[in-house]
């Protein structure tokens, strides 16, 4: 097992990868219960929903950790859940059945230009310096995810979008303390301190009264079966739908991209030329972890940002995605246990993995305009838009622009300008809310 999984050449242990597998997987358990919530207001149902999810996420997982070999998680993406539920359906006006024929075609479409090697050649035109501004940009954006799933940073009023929260209220002083805790380990080198911090929040606060005792620890997985196969491929092929199907279809590209190439970095995983060996391989796992999802009754499944949590404790192969798997699956029979972890438990995990993925940004030139602005862009825009796919698709689109506009066009290759041009069409086809 330790020789499948190369433990020796990533310097790694059953130990780490075990604990880096919990932390992951507590950080993105909530995906369990958010994702089900959302679809709903498309009309999915949440039981089946729910099972659709976990079974999705365990699809996808399992291939990262034995075909890829690589310690990242799979599951249904919270931003193309909400653009599916709230544009495609609810503003656009289509049912749920023929937005996962969508999603299906979109992942079809990946699965292809998987195996023809077009997506890594892609992956690999990219900039060393807008590969750095995507790990720095996932990392603030989960930062800002964790300030408000802990209720530290909430919506503001008009004219100012963000505010401080109530840093009296019982849950965010629990999330202060679980900060508080989880960097005090990192300091003394304790291993799995994220999940120390996890898990002490919430007894805490099941302790306190804030958060409430689950009722039972077990229960049966709701039967999926209203919901699976229920896509339509014929209306997603219509060609009135043509726009939705490509802006799934690009949000999910750039966002895997950028995901796996952001985490890569973060786990040192990548090569002098700052590319990841055998990209196709995760690449693969998450394309078809998209097409298999639609068929299962969800959304888009991709590569997750939350992985960055289990590189933090030292994850660097398979076997951490193994174990995320494995916790999915039991949570198929114990979801009432894993599921009350709190936003302001787990949100701690997401604050904490921001300072560490800021640590690229040394890597961009800030004294050349040309590297510095397309990074700068695609940072905040990823944050402040709130949509990874809209900071990435800035980055892409601007820095061939300005080493044009400088002369330097030389320096931009092919792939680039491909690249630049699927960024530009998400921004002419975004369906306008
Ligand atoms: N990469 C990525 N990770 C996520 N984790 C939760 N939602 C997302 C998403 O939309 N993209």
């Not at 990262?64 to 609810?90: C, D, G, Q």
């Not at 904490?352 to 940072?379: N, Q, Y």
């Not at 800035?394 to 400088?406: C, H, N």
Request: proline share 6%.
């Amino acid at each position: 097992m330790k020789r499948f999984f190369k433990f020796d050449q990533h310097h790694t242990s059953y130990r780490r990868e075990t604990v880096a597998g919990i932390t992951t997987f507590l950080t993105m358990a909530y995906i369990i219960i958010v994702n089900p919530a959302i679809l709903e207001a498309a009309g999915i149902p949440r039981g089946p929903s729910t099972t659709a999810t976990i079974v999705a996420a365990v699809f996808g997982t399992v291939m990262m950790a034995l075909y890829a070999n690589r310690p990242f998680a799979i599951a249904p993406y919270m931003s193309e859940n909400a653009f599916i539920a709230f544009t495609v359906v609810k503003v656009l006006g289509y049912t749920w059945q023929t937005a996962l024929g969508a999603v299906f075609v979109a992942g079809i479409l990946f699965t292809v230009l998987t195996v023809f090697k077009v997506r890594s050649w892609l992956a690999e035109a990219i900039p060393l310096s807008l590969k750095c501004a995507f790990a720095v940009g996932i990392g603030l954006f989960l930062t800002f995810i964790g300030l408000n799933e802990t209720g530290l940073v909430t919506l503001g009023v008009p004219g100012a979008p963000v505010k401080m929260g109530n840093i009296a209220s019982p849950s965010v002083l629990l999330a202060v303390f679980g900060y508080l805790l989880t960097v005090f380990l990192m300091t003394r080198r304790i291993r799995g301190a994220i999940v120390i911090g996890i898990v002490a929040t919430t007894v805490l606060s099941i302790a306190c009264g804030v958060t409430p005792m689950p009722k039972e620890f077990v229960s049966l997985p709701p039967d999926p079966t209203p919901i699976v196969g229920q896509l339509s491929i014929a209306n997603a092929l219509d060609f009135r739908f043509f726009p939705v199907v490509l802006t799934i279809f690009i949000m999910a590209f750039l966002d895997t991209v950028g995901t796996l190439i952001g985490l890569s970095m973060r786990a040192d995983l990548l090569d002098e030329a700052g590319n990841l060996p055998e990209i196709e391989k995760p690449m693969l796992a998450d394309a078809l972890a998209t097409t298999v999802a639609p068929l299962l009754g969800t959304t888009t499944t991709g590569a997750y940002i939350e992985s960055a949590a289990g590189i933090e404790e030292g994850g660097r192969t398979g076997f951490t995605a193994l174990v995320v798997a494995g916790l999915f699956l039991l949570s198929l029979f114990f979801s009432p246990l894993f599921t009350i972890v709190p936003p302001h438990a787990y949100g701690i995990a997401l604050i904490v993995i921001g300072s560490f993925m800021v640590e690229p940004i040394k890597r961009i030139d800030f004294d050349d305009f040309t590297e510095l602005v397309p990074a700068f862009l695609t940072i905040v825009l990823m944050i402040f838009t709130y949509n990874i796919g809209v900071g990435m698709s800035t980055g892409l689109l601007t820095y061939p622009l300005l080493k044009a506009a400088a002369g330097r066009g030389r320096e931009v290759s092919a792939g680039m300008w491909v690249l630049a041009l699927l960024a530009m069409s998400l921004f002419i086809f975004f369906p306008k809310m």
